[in-house]
T-cell receptor, first 117, second 115 residues
Framework: GAVVSQHPSRVICKSGTSVKIECRSL??????MFWYRQFPKQSLMLMAT?????????EQGVEKDKFLINHASLTLSTLTVTSAHPEDSSFYIC?????????????FGPGTRLTVL | AQKVTQAQTEISVVEKEDVTLDCVYE???????LFWYKQPPSGELVFLIR????DEQNEISGRYSWNFQKSTSSFNFTITASQVVDSAVYFC????????????WGAGTKLIIKP
């Protein structure tokens, strides 16, 4: 399977600041990348789906102006949480999909834990 | 609409006991994929299995086994001779078989294995 990295793994920031999270597919050309958010003791919630070269498609209830997603290349996607507030504190996970062999499977990054003070 | 139900919020057993985690799904698609993932306290998801809708054979991998029954729309997961390291949250998920292959997630079952 693909190796997916996320950076940073953990970030603490002050309310009102913006935070950028990177998701990299290290050995795999990801035609599609997904961003999830997971609150404590809850399941994963899909935030948005992005295909390389296209604008991200956001799920209902996710503010696209607050959560900026850039799928810059087949190996890199970034999620920027703009003007973060304490309610944005969560575990953010990216996943990638693509290729001929594993087109029907997502490979997950290790996650980024965001704490907004 | 597609849906995955994991009715067991939390299960606690003593080490070496067998434990089954239930997963019931709903879909109108004839072709779909089912998955199980493990999420230990670190948070990183660990892929356990993928099963396509045309393959109803049960699978065994070491102490893990999966029972896929289309007749009851269930894809249950059994851990035999549980170990403390099996303690984690386990998610069942359903994927469409077209487009972006989005995953529909169950709520997860927290499994606690006591020594």
């Amino acid at each position: 399977g693909a190796v997916v990295s996320q950076h940073p793994s953990r970030v603490i920031c002050k309310s009102g600041t913006s935070v950028k999270i990177e998701c990299r597919s290290l050995d795999f050309q990801a035609t599609t990348m997904f961003w999830y958010r997971q609150f404590p003791k809850q399941s994963l919630m899909l935030m948005a789906t992005s295909n390389e070269g296209s604008k991200a498609t956001y799920e209902q209830g996710v503010e696209k102006d607050k959560f900026l997603i850039n799928h810059a290349s087949l190996t890199l996607s970034t999620l920027t949480v703009t003007s973060a507030h304490p309610e944005d504190s969560s575990f953010y996970i990216c996943s990638v999909r693509g290729g001929l062999i594993s087109y029907n499977e997502q490979f997950f990054g290790p996650g980024t834990r965001l704490t907004v003070l | 609409a597609q849906k995955v139900t994991q009715a067991q919020t939390e299960i606690s057993v003593v080490e070496k006991e067998d434990v089954t985690l239930d997963c019931v799904y709903e879909t109108r698609d004839t072709t779909y994929y089912l998955f199980w993932y493990k999420q230990p306290p670190s948070g990183e998801l660990v892929f356990l299995i993928r099963r396509n809708s045309f393959d109803e054979q049960n699978e065994i991998s070491g102490r893990y086994s999966w029972n896929f029954q289309k007749s009851t729309s269930s894809f249950n997961f059994t851990i035999t001779a549980s170990q403390v390291v099996d303690s984690a949250v386990y998610f069942c998920a359903l994927s469409e078989a077209e487009g972006n292959y989005q995953l529909i997630w169950g709520a997860g079952t927290k499994l606690i294995i006591k020594p």
